[in-house]
């Protein structure tokens, strides 16, 4: 039985039962009340402003069949109301809910693949996900559920699956350390190790060796997966060669998959693999050198996973991306935006500023905003923008938000014309420059951190249907 029982969360989690029967089965975990349907479980979530076990009677109101809840006192009156439902106390939902995670993980015996990485897990996870499916019934984590309460929730939603590909986040030692643990990847992926949360780990040395921590959920003979084109992994595999199972990709340095004889434009790319001595043909329907990288990752995994490579080439070619990760739209006056304001690192930008780079057609437009959490480094980064922007011969700069600002400065420095650079502080201000300045055939990178919300300005500048 691979379902979890009342009477299994009582023991785990030394919980108390309420109200409810300890042989009822639980499923579809859920920490939100609005996405509650019929027959759930509601996981009531104590965050620093709010707790939320306090709204239980909403998740009974939308048809949950259980609450999972910590720290509140529930009156008789309404234990008797709920009696027919199921009412749990515990006295850490979040560490009940990782428990009970860790718990389910270890019923199946399938292929689980941890993806971390400083940018690129989203894009790559779904990639890998794609290729799975065509041999297994693939559970994958959903948007970027990556974190100490998303990886649970996506474990808890295992069911009839055969394989798992989970994404794994963290901006502090320690985070992945507890993730893999519940997880316990059979196969590991690091895509790169770039400078994303520098402010708070204080070093790309200390990112490595916080990503690293993904190998402590693992096996000893788990292999891990390695962008070996990455300056900083393929250091690291150069000095424990030899250590554990370690499967490497590139396009640059001699890598296990490579890729060669690569064409590209805006709409994707196509490029030669050979797997077992014979050239295979990849298309990947998305542009990007990166993505050229993911799909190489993807190769590795499938091939580890007994899946044929005719098999893994279609897993590749049916990919679709999360939304807000270098997503293709149409834009006012005939133009295209390439929509990836999801989240930004100075990694993230450098990728996408070379992708607008490489485009040919009209002008080449940069809209970027402010790259948060980098501490210390914060101008540095935003200085190395600017040289990105100018070694790739963008067009025109439009950026808004004070660190954006060093993006801006140092790209004059260098020789962008001021003419073509709008600095704004408002995104209101950017949409309306857009659209003055936007012809036919133009290219418009729409990039930011997401708590910058740039998808207003994407929202924006798309064509009205």
């Given amino acids: 039985m691979k379902e979890i029982k009342v009477k299994d969360i009582l023991e785990l989690c030394n919980a108390k039962l309420i109200c409810g029967k300890e042989e009822e089965l639980l499923r579809n975990f859920k920490k939100d009340t609005r996405e509650i349907e019929e027959g759930d479980t509601y996981v009531g979530i104590k965050g620093e402003k709010f707790n939320g076990s306090n709204f239980f009677e909403e998740a009974f109101k939308n048809k949950a069949k259980a609450c999972i809840i910590e720290n509140i006192e529930i009156e008789q009156d309404l234990i008797s109301k709920y009696k027919d439902k199921i009412i749990i106390e515990v006295e850490d939902t979040i560490k009940a809910l990782q428990t009970l995670a860790s718990y389910k993980r270890d019923k199946y015996n399938i292929p689980v693949i941890g993806v ?202 049916d990919f679709e991306l999360t939304k807000r990760r270098m997503e293709i739209k149409k834009g006012i006056n005939n133009t295209t935006i390439i929509n990836d304001c999801y989240n930004a690192s100075y990694d993230s930008m450098k990728a996408g500023i070379e992708y607008l780079g490489s485009l040919k057609g009209g002008k080449k437009i940069a809209v970027l905003g402010d790259m948060l959490e980098l501490g210390s480094f914060e101008r540095e980064l935003h200085e190395k923008v600017g040289e990105e922007l100018y070694k790739n011969n963008i067009d025109i ?54 708590s910058m919300k740039f998808n207003e300005i994407t929202a924006g500048i798309e064509k009205k249907e």
């Fill in 116 to 317: 971390t990485g400083s940018v690129g897990k989203t894009s790559t996870k779904d990639i890998i996900a794609s290729v799975m499916s065509k041999k297994y019934n693939t559970l994958k984590t959903i948007g970027n559920y990556n974190n100490h309460i998303g990886v649970p929730l996506t474990i808890l939603g295992l069911k009839e699956h055969e394989a798992a590909v989970i994404e794994m986040g963290m901006n502090h030692f320690g985070e992945i350390s507890k993730l893999t643990r519940i997880a316990k990847p059979t196969m590991s992926v690091i895509t790169n190790i770039g400078t994303s949360h520098i402010g708070e780990l204080g070093s790309r040395e200390n990112i490595l060796k916080a990503k690293m921590e993904i190998l402590e959920g693992m096996k000893d003979d788990a292999p891990l997966v390695i962008n070996n084109d990455n300056d900083m992994l393929h250091n690291w595999y150069l000095q424990n060669k030899g250590k554990r199972k370690v499967i490497t990709f590139g396009i640059d340095n001699e890598s296990d998959i490579m890729a060669k004889d690569i064409t590209s434009d805006e709409n994707g790319s196509k490029f030669t693999v050979n797997v077992g001595g014979k050239d295979y043909k990849v298309t990947i329907n998305i542009g990007g050198k990166h993505f050229i990288s993911n799909s190489l990752c993807a190769i590795c995994v499938g091939l580890n996973n007994d899946i044929p490579m005719e098999k893994i080439i279609e897993g590749i070619k």
């Fill in 397 to 450: 700069l439009i950026t808004v938000g004070n660190l954006a600002k060093y993006i801006a400065k140092k790209a004059e420095e260098l020789g962008f014309s001021k003419e073509k650079i709008f600095t704004y502080d408002t995104k209101e201000e950017a949409i309306e420059k857009i659209k003055s300045i936007a012809g036919s055939n133009d290219y418009i990178l729409v990039k930011a951190s997401n």
